[in-house]
T-cell receptor
Framework: DAGVTQSPTHLIKTRGQQVTLRCSPK?????VSWYQQALGQGPQFIFQ???????QRGNFPDRFSGHQFPNYSSELNVNALLLGDSALYLC????????FGPGTRLLVL | GQQLNQSPQSMFIQEGEDVSMNCTSS?????WLWYKQDPGEGPVLLIA?????ELTSNGRLTAQFGITRKDSFLNISASIPSDVGIYFC??????????????FGQGTILTVHP
């Protein structure tokens, strides 16, 4: 049984570009959450998707958007990248317990 | 916004020693969680606490959900080198069968000297 998977593992972009990160939840999980983890910090909640709808949102600008597909997989899109968007982006899927994927390391130059 | 205050920020201990870390909040939560994160990986759930006053163990790990619902602690007994990593507390007020937003502490970096 595969756990939460994310792609790509690493990504380098330049300021102003757009990026799409992908997540496949653990089998049987229908809820996907995205977190941003800056270096040396705890993860910060971006938003959560359930039944293809954004159910909760953290304190992130509209440049951060997402999508959930019928198979429960999800995408995180970030537009107009800033240097400060450099971070580890974590996806978590949940049923009764929330499991995290390995993350995508984004570097914005 | 809501924040969890986790302490200590870092610990340097000898193998075999016991470790204690804690987490406090100004807000009430109905679920407290402890995660461990190794370099280059996502957080891995260690212990979940669902009831105020609950004391739960997972091997050498023991965690408690404070009776005020505003704090939690994690103890590791007889530390070993593979305990090295970053430990995070997290809390949520999710209802039903699925977690809502998790709020995380700043993490405790644990180093174990053989």
């Amino acid at each position: 049984d595969a756990g939460v998977t994310q792609s790509p593992t690493h990504l380098i972009k330049t300021r102003g570009q757009q990026v799409t990160l992908r997540c496949s939840p653990k089998s049987g999980h229908d809820t996907v959450s995205w977190y941003q983890q800056a270096l040396g910090q705890g993860p910060q909640f971006i938003f959560q998707y359930y039944e293809e709808e954004e159910r909760q949102r953290g304190n992130f600008p509209d440049r951060f958007s997402g999508h959930q597909f019928p198979n429960y997989s999800s995408e995180l899109n970030v537009n107009a990248l800033l240097l400060g968007d450099s971070a580890l982006y974590l996806c978590a899927s949940s049923g009764k317990t929330q499991y995290f994927g390995p993350g995508t390391r984004l570097l914005v130059l | 916004g809501q924040q969890l205050n986790q302490s200590p920020q870092s610990m340097f201990i000898q193998e075999g020693e016991d470790v204690s870390m804690n987490c406090t909040s100004s807000s009430i939560f109905n679920t407290w969680l402890w995660y461990k994160q190794d370099p280059g990986e996502g957080p891995v759930l260690l212990i979940a606490l669902y009831k105020a006053g609950e004391l739960t163990s997972n091997g050498r790990l023991t965690a408690q959900f404070g009776i005020t619902r505003k704090d939690s602690f994690l103890n590791i007994s007889a530390s070993i080198p593979s305990d090295v990593g970053i430990y995070f507390c997290a809390a949520t007020n999710a209802g039903g069968t699925s977690y809502g937003k998790l709020t995380f502490g700043q993490g405790t970096i644990l180093t174990v000297h053989p």
